[in-house]
Protein backbone atom coordinates (compact mmCIF):
# COMPACT_ATOMS: atom_id res chain seq x y z
CA UNK A 1 0.00 0.00 0.00
CA UNK A 2 1.26 3.34 -0.85
CA UNK A 3 2.21 5.99 1.97
CA UNK A 4 0.63 9.16 2.69
CA UNK A 5 3.31 11.22 0.87
CA UNK A 6 3.03 9.35 -2.24
CA UNK A 7 -0.64 9.59 -2.62
CA UNK A 8 -0.49 13.66 -1.72
CA UNK A 9 2.39 13.52 -4.73
CA UNK A 10 0.12 11.27 -7.50
CA UNK A 11 -2.98 14.08 -6.41
CA UNK A 12 -0.78 17.24 -6.94
CA UNK A 13 0.82 15.32 -10.10
CA UNK A 14 -2.66 14.96 -11.20
CA UNK A 15 -4.13 18.17 -10.66
CA UNK A 16 -1.09 20.01 -12.67
CA UNK A 17 -2.72 17.85 -15.72
CA UNK A 18 -0.05 15.37 -15.58
CA UNK A 19 -1.37 11.63 -16.99
CA UNK A 20 -1.69 8.50 -15.36
CA UNK A 21 1.69 6.73 -17.31
CA UNK A 22 3.83 10.19 -16.72
CA UNK A 23 2.84 9.85 -12.70
CA UNK A 24 3.38 6.53 -12.38
CA UNK A 25 6.98 6.14 -14.63
CA UNK A 26 7.81 9.36 -12.31
CA UNK A 27 7.20 7.52 -9.26
CA UNK A 28 8.50 3.98 -10.01
CA UNK A 29 4.72 2.59 -8.99
CA UNK A 30 2.11 0.77 -10.62
CA UNK A 31 -0.31 2.62 -12.90
CA UNK A 32 -2.90 0.50 -11.52
CA UNK A 33 -1.99 2.21 -7.93
CA UNK A 34 -1.71 5.16 -9.28
CA UNK A 35 -5.54 4.69 -10.75
CA UNK A 36 -6.54 3.73 -6.99
CA UNK A 37 -5.15 6.89 -5.67
CA UNK A 38 -6.65 9.16 -8.10
CA UNK A 39 -10.33 7.38 -7.55
CA UNK A 40 -10.33 7.46 -4.69
CA UNK A 41 -9.12 11.24 -4.28
CA UNK A 42 -7.96 11.48 -0.91
CA UNK A 43 -4.08 10.89 0.72
CA UNK A 44 -4.81 9.19 3.74
CA UNK A 45 -4.41 5.38 2.89
CA UNK A 46 -7.46 3.61 3.57
CA UNK A 47 -7.89 0.91 6.89
CA UNK A 48 -7.30 -2.20 6.56
CA UNK A 49 -9.85 -4.78 7.52
CA UNK A 50 -8.55 -8.22 8.12
CA UNK A 51 -10.52 -10.82 10.38
CA UNK A 52 -8.49 -11.98 13.07
CA UNK A 53 -8.77 -15.66 13.83
CA UNK A 54 -8.76 -14.61 18.24
CA UNK A 55 -11.50 -12.33 17.64
CA UNK A 56 -14.14 -15.11 17.17
CA UNK A 57 -12.72 -15.67 21.23
CA UNK A 58 -12.57 -12.13 22.28
CA UNK A 59 -14.83 -12.66 25.68
CA UNK A 60 -13.75 -16.36 26.21
CA UNK A 61 -10.01 -15.04 26.49
CA UNK A 62 -11.32 -12.15 28.51
CA UNK A 63 -12.89 -14.53 31.23
CA UNK A 64 -9.74 -17.17 30.61
CA UNK A 65 -7.20 -14.05 31.64
CA UNK A 66 -9.18 -13.36 34.35
CA UNK A 67 -9.02 -16.88 36.05
CA UNK A 68 -5.32 -17.50 35.53
CA UNK A 69 -4.24 -14.64 36.34
CA UNK A 70 -2.75 -13.38 33.51
CA UNK A 71 -1.05 -17.13 32.20
CA UNK A 72 -1.66 -17.00 28.24
CA UNK A 73 -0.41 -20.69 28.11
CA UNK A 74 -3.39 -21.69 30.38
CA UNK A 75 -5.11 -19.31 28.49
CA UNK A 76 -4.44 -21.43 25.15
CA UNK A 77 -4.88 -24.79 26.62
CA UNK A 78 -8.59 -23.77 27.49
CA UNK A 79 -9.13 -22.18 24.42
CA UNK A 80 -7.48 -25.60 22.44
CA UNK A 81 -9.94 -27.39 24.80
CA UNK A 82 -12.99 -25.80 23.70
CA UNK A 83 -12.88 -26.35 19.74
CA UNK A 84 -10.95 -23.45 18.94
CA UNK A 85 -7.85 -23.16 16.36
CA UNK A 86 -5.46 -20.37 16.98
CA UNK A 87 -1.57 -20.92 17.45
CA UNK A 88 -0.27 -18.87 21.14
CA UNK A 89 1.45 -16.87 18.97
CA UNK A 90 -1.61 -15.65 17.49
CA UNK A 91 -3.16 -15.27 20.86
CA UNK A 92 -0.13 -13.44 22.14
CA UNK A 93 -0.75 -10.92 19.30
CA UNK A 94 -4.14 -10.29 20.24
CA UNK A 95 -3.77 -9.84 23.29
CA UNK A 96 -0.76 -7.19 22.43
CA UNK A 97 -2.84 -5.49 20.32
CA UNK A 98 -5.53 -5.03 21.83
CA UNK A 99 -3.91 -4.44 25.28
CA UNK A 100 -5.15 -7.73 27.01
CA UNK A 101 -2.63 -7.86 30.33
CA UNK A 102 -0.03 -5.29 28.79
CA UNK A 103 -1.09 -1.55 28.87
CA UNK A 104 1.41 0.34 26.60
CA UNK A 105 3.93 1.32 28.36
CA UNK A 106 4.07 5.03 29.05
CA UNK A 107 6.68 7.09 27.54
CA UNK A 108 10.01 7.54 29.66
CA UNK A 109 11.28 10.82 30.85
CA UNK A 110 14.73 12.54 30.06
CA UNK A 111 17.01 14.32 32.81
CA UNK A 112 19.58 16.55 32.49
CA UNK A 113 22.12 16.58 35.11
CA UNK A 114 24.85 19.82 35.68
CA UNK A 115 28.02 18.76 36.70
CA UNK A 116 28.72 17.85 40.11
CA UNK A 117 24.55 18.12 41.06
CA UNK A 118 23.44 14.38 41.72
CA UNK A 119 24.82 10.71 42.04
CA UNK A 120 22.55 8.05 42.12
CA UNK A 121 23.21 5.01 44.58
CA UNK A 122 21.20 1.77 44.35
CA UNK A 123 21.84 -1.92 45.82
CA UNK A 124 20.49 -5.44 44.06
CA UNK A 125 21.01 -8.75 45.17
CA UNK A 126 22.85 -11.35 42.54
CA UNK A 127 24.50 -14.27 42.94
CA UNK A 128 28.71 -15.12 42.94
CA UNK A 129 31.24 -17.73 43.33
CA UNK A 130 32.80 -16.99 46.41
CA UNK A 131 35.80 -19.70 47.35
CA UNK A 132 33.89 -22.96 46.86
CA UNK A 133 30.36 -22.06 46.80
CA UNK A 134 28.02 -20.03 45.32
CA UNK A 135 26.40 -17.53 48.13
CA UNK A 136 24.02 -14.42 47.40
CA UNK A 137 25.56 -11.67 47.52
CA UNK A 138 24.05 -7.54 47.35
CA UNK A 139 25.99 -4.85 45.08
CA UNK A 140 26.17 -1.49 46.31
CA UNK A 141 26.36 0.78 43.25
CA UNK A 142 26.75 4.53 42.84
CA UNK A 143 26.77 6.26 39.97
CA UNK A 144 28.06 10.60 39.34
CA UNK A 145 24.87 11.34 36.59
CA UNK A 146 27.13 13.77 34.63
CA UNK A 147 30.04 11.89 33.70
CA UNK A 148 28.47 8.42 34.38
CA UNK A 149 31.35 7.64 36.47
CA UNK A 150 31.16 4.36 38.47
CA UNK A 151 32.02 2.48 41.43
CA UNK A 152 30.36 -0.71 43.01
CA UNK A 153 31.60 -3.46 45.42
CA UNK A 154 30.24 -6.46 46.78
CA UNK A 155 29.65 -7.60 50.31
CA UNK A 156 27.42 -10.79 51.70
CA UNK A 157 24.52 -8.31 53.55
CA UNK A 158 23.67 -4.44 53.72
CA UNK A 159 22.74 -2.66 56.70
CA UNK A 160 23.59 0.71 57.60
CA UNK A 161 26.79 -0.02 58.67
CA UNK A 162 27.98 -1.53 55.23
CA UNK A 163 25.85 1.63 53.54
CA UNK A 164 27.72 4.30 55.72
CA UNK A 165 31.01 2.46 54.61
CA UNK A 166 30.66 1.79 51.31
CA UNK A 167 29.26 5.46 50.55
CA UNK A 168 32.84 6.69 52.15
CA UNK A 169 35.06 4.19 50.18
CA UNK A 170 33.02 5.58 47.30
CA UNK A 171 33.54 9.09 48.29
CA UNK A 172 37.00 8.71 48.78
CA UNK A 173 37.12 6.79 44.82
CA UNK A 174 35.87 9.81 43.50
CA UNK A 175 37.58 12.66 45.65
CA UNK A 176 34.38 14.43 46.25
CA UNK A 177 30.62 14.61 46.73
CA UNK A 178 27.63 15.52 44.25
CA UNK A 179 25.11 17.80 46.43
CA UNK A 180 22.08 15.06 45.99
CA UNK A 181 22.52 11.49 46.63
CA UNK A 182 19.15 9.74 44.78
CA UNK A 183 17.48 6.40 46.30
CA UNK A 184 15.50 4.16 45.79
CA UNK A 185 13.11 4.37 49.38
CA UNK A 186 15.44 1.91 50.77
CA UNK A 187 14.60 1.23 54.46
CA UNK A 188 18.63 0.98 55.25
CA UNK A 189 18.19 4.59 54.95
CA UNK A 190 14.94 5.78 55.07
CA UNK A 191 13.07 6.07 58.19
CA UNK A 192 9.87 7.70 56.96
CA UNK A 193 7.86 8.53 53.89
CA UNK A 194 8.54 8.05 50.37
CA UNK A 195 9.53 10.17 47.31
CA UNK A 196 9.42 14.18 47.97
CA UNK A 197 7.99 12.99 51.64
CA UNK A 198 10.99 11.26 52.31
CA UNK A 199 12.68 11.54 55.83
CA UNK A 200 16.10 9.69 56.17
CA UNK A 201 17.04 8.06 59.15
CA UNK A 202 19.17 10.69 61.97
CA UNK A 203 22.31 8.79 61.56
CA UNK A 204 22.76 8.61 57.77
CA UNK A 205 21.27 12.50 57.58
CA UNK A 206 24.37 13.39 59.98
CA UNK A 207 26.22 11.23 58.07
CA UNK A 208 25.57 13.42 54.55
CA UNK A 209 26.02 15.95 56.58
CA UNK A 210 29.35 15.55 57.14
CA UNK A 211 29.96 15.28 53.23
CA UNK A 212 27.99 17.95 51.90
CA UNK A 213 25.13 16.06 50.44
CA UNK A 214 21.62 15.62 51.43
CA UNK A 215 19.98 12.11 50.68
CA UNK A 216 16.32 12.50 48.11
CA UNK A 217 14.30 9.65 46.65
CA UNK A 218 12.04 9.33 43.77
CA UNK A 219 8.38 8.62 43.82
CA UNK A 220 7.19 5.00 43.96
CA UNK A 221 7.11 3.53 40.62
CA UNK A 222 8.97 6.12 38.98
CA UNK A 223 12.43 4.02 38.38
CA UNK A 224 13.72 6.07 35.48
CA UNK A 225 14.35 8.85 37.85
CA UNK A 226 17.21 6.88 38.77
CA UNK A 227 18.23 4.95 35.56
CA UNK A 228 21.72 6.04 36.20
CA UNK A 229 22.17 3.66 38.31
CA UNK A 230 20.00 1.24 37.55
CA UNK A 231 20.80 0.66 34.28
CA UNK A 232 25.19 -0.74 35.33
CA UNK A 233 23.60 -3.47 37.28
CA UNK A 234 22.80 -5.94 33.91
CA UNK A 235 26.31 -5.44 32.53
CA UNK A 236 27.85 -5.88 36.25
CA UNK A 237 25.63 -9.27 36.13
CA UNK A 238 26.81 -10.06 32.62
CA UNK A 239 30.17 -9.16 32.60
CA UNK A 240 31.70 -9.13 35.70
CA UNK A 241 29.63 -11.89 37.91
CA UNK A 242 28.97 -14.48 35.17
CA UNK A 243 31.67 -17.17 34.73
CA UNK A 244 34.28 -15.77 37.50
CA UNK A 245 35.21 -17.24 40.54
CA UNK A 246 37.08 -15.64 43.37
CA UNK A 247 38.76 -16.67 45.80
CA UNK A 248 37.49 -14.60 48.83
CA UNK A 249 35.58 -11.41 48.94
CA UNK A 250 39.05 -9.37 49.39
CA UNK A 251 39.54 -10.61 46.11
CA UNK A 252 35.96 -10.08 45.16
CA UNK A 253 35.95 -5.99 45.31
CA UNK A 254 39.56 -6.34 44.63
CA UNK A 255 38.35 -6.79 40.85
CA UNK A 256 35.40 -5.23 41.07
CA UNK A 257 37.67 -1.78 41.65
CA UNK A 258 39.66 -3.12 38.56
CA UNK A 259 36.91 -3.68 36.79
CA UNK A 260 35.81 0.14 37.56
CA UNK A 261 39.10 1.74 36.83
CA UNK A 262 38.33 -0.18 33.22
CA UNK A 263 35.13 0.55 32.38
CA UNK A 264 35.55 4.21 33.65
CA UNK A 265 38.48 4.80 31.30
CA UNK A 266 36.76 3.04 28.24
CA UNK A 267 35.89 4.87 25.51
CA UNK A 268 31.56 5.49 25.05
CA UNK A 269 30.06 5.85 21.51
CA UNK A 270 26.95 7.15 23.46
CA UNK A 271 28.88 9.77 25.39
CA UNK A 272 31.59 10.13 22.69
CA UNK A 273 34.24 9.97 25.32
CA UNK A 274 35.12 7.97 28.50
CA UNK A 275 33.72 8.61 31.76
CA UNK A 276 37.16 9.73 32.90
CA UNK A 277 36.98 12.51 30.34
CA UNK A 278 33.73 13.81 31.42
CA UNK A 279 35.12 13.25 35.08
CA UNK A 280 37.89 15.64 34.70
CA UNK A 281 35.52 18.08 33.69
CA UNK A 282 32.90 17.46 36.88
CA UNK A 283 35.47 17.38 39.66
CA UNK A 284 35.55 20.76 40.28
CA UNK A 285 31.91 20.90 40.76
CA UNK A 286 31.94 18.50 43.74
CA UNK A 287 31.72 18.84 47.17
CA UNK A 288 35.55 18.20 48.55
CA UNK A 289 36.25 16.11 51.53
CA UNK A 290 36.67 17.51 54.79
CA UNK A 291 40.10 17.43 56.25
CA UNK A 292 39.52 14.08 57.69
CA UNK A 293 37.37 10.95 56.54
CA UNK A 294 37.09 8.50 59.08
CA UNK A 295 36.90 5.05 59.64
CA UNK A 296 33.76 3.70 59.57
CA UNK A 297 33.06 1.15 62.72
CA UNK A 298 30.39 -0.73 64.43
CA UNK A 299 31.03 -1.22 68.27
CA UNK A 300 29.44 -3.94 70.09
CA UNK A 301 30.26 -5.74 73.44
CA UNK A 302 31.65 -8.73 73.80
CA UNK A 303 32.63 -11.30 76.73
CA UNK A 304 35.81 -13.35 76.42
CA UNK A 305 34.98 -16.74 77.15
CA UNK A 306 36.24 -19.76 78.30
CA UNK A 307 38.34 -20.20 75.41
CA UNK A 308 39.81 -16.96 75.08
CA UNK A 309 37.76 -15.87 71.85
CA UNK A 310 34.76 -13.70 71.30
CA UNK A 311 31.92 -14.15 68.78
CA UNK A 312 31.43 -11.61 66.04
CA UNK A 313 28.64 -12.67 63.50
CA UNK A 314 29.32 -16.40 64.08
CA UNK A 315 33.28 -16.06 63.36
CA UNK A 316 35.80 -16.43 66.27
CA UNK A 317 38.09 -14.19 67.09
CA UNK A 318 40.67 -14.63 69.86
CA UNK A 319 41.49 -11.99 72.54
CA UNK A 320 44.28 -12.44 75.23
CA UNK A 321 44.02 -15.13 77.63
CA UNK A 322 44.32 -13.07 80.90
CA UNK A 323 41.59 -11.36 79.69
CA UNK A 324 39.39 -14.29 79.91
CA UNK A 325 35.66 -13.29 81.57
CA UNK A 326 36.09 -9.91 80.50
CA UNK A 327 33.93 -7.49 78.92
CA UNK A 328 35.88 -6.05 75.40
CA UNK A 329 34.37 -3.69 73.32
CA UNK A 330 34.65 -4.83 69.55
CA UNK A 331 35.27 -1.87 66.99
CA UNK A 332 34.25 -3.79 63.54
CA UNK A 333 35.38 -2.53 60.02
CA UNK A 334 35.14 -4.41 57.00
CA UNK A 335 38.59 -4.77 57.31
CA UNK A 336 39.70 -5.85 60.70
CA UNK A 337 38.22 -6.44 63.55
CA UNK A 338 39.66 -3.94 66.86
CA UNK A 339 39.36 -5.43 70.47
CA UNK A 340 39.44 -2.91 73.32
CA UNK A 341 40.11 -3.29 76.88
CA UNK A 342 39.02 0.20 78.17
CA UNK A 343 41.08 2.70 75.83
CA UNK A 344 44.02 0.29 74.84
CA UNK A 345 43.20 -2.07 72.03
CA UNK A 346 44.10 -5.56 73.09
CA UNK A 347 44.06 -7.19 69.80
CA UNK A 348 43.48 -6.63 65.91
CA UNK A 349 42.40 -9.30 63.69
CA UNK A 350 41.91 -8.91 59.24
CA UNK A 351 37.57 -9.94 59.37
CA UNK A 352 36.58 -12.89 58.51
CA UNK A 353 32.96 -12.74 56.34
CA UNK A 354 32.87 -16.90 55.42
CA UNK A 355 32.64 -19.89 56.35
CA UNK A 356 30.62 -19.43 59.59
CA UNK A 357 31.60 -20.47 62.73
CA UNK A 358 35.63 -19.84 62.06
CA UNK A 359 38.67 -19.24 64.60
CA UNK A 360 40.67 -16.66 63.98
CA UNK A 361 43.35 -17.38 66.38
CA UNK A 362 46.57 -14.67 66.87
CA UNK A 363 49.03 -17.19 68.55
CA UNK A 364 50.33 -14.32 70.96
CA UNK A 365 46.79 -14.79 72.51
CA UNK A 366 47.42 -17.94 73.96
CA UNK A 367 49.77 -18.67 76.94
CA UNK A 368 53.58 -20.52 76.02
CA UNK A 369 53.32 -24.26 77.17
CA UNK A 370 53.46 -24.24 81.44
CA UNK A 371 52.62 -20.99 81.18
CA UNK A 372 49.32 -20.48 82.65
CA UNK A 373 50.11 -23.24 85.54
CA UNK A 374 53.34 -21.38 86.49
CA UNK A 375 50.72 -17.91 86.98
CA UNK A 376 48.16 -19.93 88.45
CA UNK A 377 50.68 -21.26 91.53
CA UNK A 378 51.32 -17.36 91.65
CA UNK A 379 49.05 -16.03 95.01
CA UNK A 380 47.74 -13.25 94.34
CA UNK A 381 48.60 -9.58 94.56
CA UNK A 382 46.20 -8.76 97.24
CA UNK A 383 46.77 -11.83 99.26
CA UNK A 384 50.44 -11.07 99.28
CA UNK A 385 49.52 -7.57 100.30
CA UNK A 386 47.03 -9.11 103.36
CA UNK A 387 50.51 -11.91 104.25
CA UNK A 388 52.24 -8.69 104.61
CA UNK A 389 49.96 -6.93 107.00
CA UNK A 390 49.28 -9.90 108.97
CA UNK A 391 51.08 -13.14 108.88
CA UNK A 392 49.17 -14.96 110.99
CA UNK A 393 46.35 -15.49 107.93
CA UNK A 394 48.57 -17.75 106.01
CA UNK A 395 46.96 -20.88 107.19
CA UNK A 396 43.26 -19.37 106.56
CA UNK A 397 44.66 -18.17 103.29
CA UNK A 398 45.68 -22.06 102.25
CA UNK A 399 42.40 -22.66 103.01
CA UNK A 400 40.53 -20.59 101.27
CA UNK A 401 42.11 -21.03 98.07
CA UNK A 402 41.74 -24.73 98.36
CA UNK A 403 38.18 -24.36 99.17
CA UNK A 404 37.33 -21.30 96.24
CA UNK A 405 40.39 -22.44 93.87
CA UNK A 406 42.41 -18.84 92.06
CA UNK A 407 39.35 -16.37 92.17
CA UNK A 408 40.61 -13.08 93.36
CA UNK A 409 37.80 -11.97 94.37
CA UNK A 410 37.44 -13.95 97.69
CA UNK A 411 41.26 -12.41 99.05
CA UNK A 412 40.05 -8.90 97.78
CA UNK A 413 37.18 -9.40 100.23
CA UNK A 414 39.24 -10.59 103.07
CA UNK A 415 42.01 -8.11 102.74
CA UNK A 416 39.50 -5.04 102.68
CA UNK A 417 37.85 -6.79 106.29
CA UNK A 418 41.79 -6.86 107.62
CA UNK A 419 41.96 -3.42 106.78
CA UNK A 420 38.09 -1.88 107.94
CA UNK A 421 37.67 -4.17 110.81
CA UNK A 422 39.35 -4.21 114.76
CA UNK A 423 42.24 -6.22 114.20
CA UNK A 424 42.09 -8.73 117.25
CA UNK A 425 38.23 -9.08 116.34
CA UNK A 426 38.88 -10.53 112.78
CA UNK A 427 41.73 -12.37 113.88
CA UNK A 428 39.74 -14.13 116.76
CA UNK A 429 36.60 -14.62 113.47
CA UNK A 430 39.23 -16.03 111.53
CA UNK A 431 40.53 -18.39 114.17
CA UNK A 432 37.06 -19.25 115.14
CA UNK A 433 36.55 -20.31 110.97
CA UNK A 434 39.52 -22.02 110.83
CA UNK A 435 39.07 -24.28 113.76
CA UNK A 436 35.78 -25.07 112.12
CA UNK A 437 37.05 -25.09 108.10
CA UNK A 438 34.68 -22.08 107.76
CA UNK A 439 35.25 -20.20 104.23
CA UNK A 440 31.76 -18.61 103.66
CA UNK A 441 33.39 -14.79 103.89
CA UNK A 442 29.52 -13.45 104.65
CA UNK A 443 29.64 -15.91 107.59
CA UNK A 444 32.80 -14.83 108.06
CA UNK A 445 32.13 -10.89 108.60
CA UNK A 446 28.67 -12.08 110.55
CA UNK A 447 31.45 -13.21 113.15
CA UNK A 448 33.33 -10.17 113.15
CA UNK A 449 30.21 -8.04 113.64
CA UNK A 450 29.29 -10.04 116.43
CA UNK A 451 33.18 -9.67 117.88
CA UNK A 452 32.45 -5.82 117.65
CA UNK A 453 28.59 -5.43 118.52
CA UNK A 454 29.11 -4.29 122.07
CA UNK A 455 31.94 -1.84 121.40
CA UNK A 456 30.65 -0.05 118.89
CA UNK A 457 26.87 -0.12 118.64
CA UNK A 458 25.28 0.89 121.78
CA UNK A 459 21.54 -0.12 122.10
CA UNK A 460 19.35 1.76 124.67
CA UNK A 461 17.87 -1.30 126.81
CA UNK A 462 14.52 0.98 127.93
CA UNK A 463 13.40 3.57 124.85
CA UNK A 464 11.84 5.76 128.07
CA UNK A 465 15.37 6.09 129.39
CA UNK A 466 15.90 8.59 126.34
CA UNK A 467 19.06 6.94 125.55
CA UNK A 468 20.04 6.95 121.71
Same mark, same amino acid.
Given at each position: ????????????????????????????? !???????? &???????????????? *?????????????????????????????????????? $??????? #????????????????? #??????? $?????? $???????????????????????????????????????????????????????? +???? &??? !??????????????????????? %????????????????????? &??????? #??????????????????????? $????????????????????????????????????????????? +??????????????????????????????????????????????????????????????????????????????????????????????? =???????????????????? %??? *???? *??????? =????????????? !?? =? %???? *?????????
Amino acid at each position: MLDEATRTTILKLKAAGHGTRAIAKALSV !ARISVRRV &IASGAATPPPIHRAEL *AEAHREAILELYARYQGHLGRVHEDLLARGAELSYQTL $TAFCRKH #GIGSPPAPPAGHYEFAA #GREMQHD $TSPHWA $TVGEEVVRVQIASIVLCYSRLIFFQVYPRFTRFECKAFLTEALRYVGGAAANCMID +NTHV &IVA !AGSGRTMIPAPEMAAFAERYGFK %FIAHEKGDANRSARVEAPFHR &IQTAFLA #GSKFADWRDLNAQARTSCEKWNA $TFSNKLHASRRELFAAERAHLKPLPLHVPEVYQLQSRIVDAEGYV +NLNRIRYSAPWRLIGRTLEARETLERVELYDGPRCVASHQRVWSPLDTRVTDPAHRPPRGEHKRERAQPAPEALEMLELEPRMSNYLMGLKQQVG =DRRAPPRRLLSMLQEYPREA %FLA *AVAL *AEQYRLF =DLDRLEKMVLRQI !AH =D %FFVL *ALNPEDGND
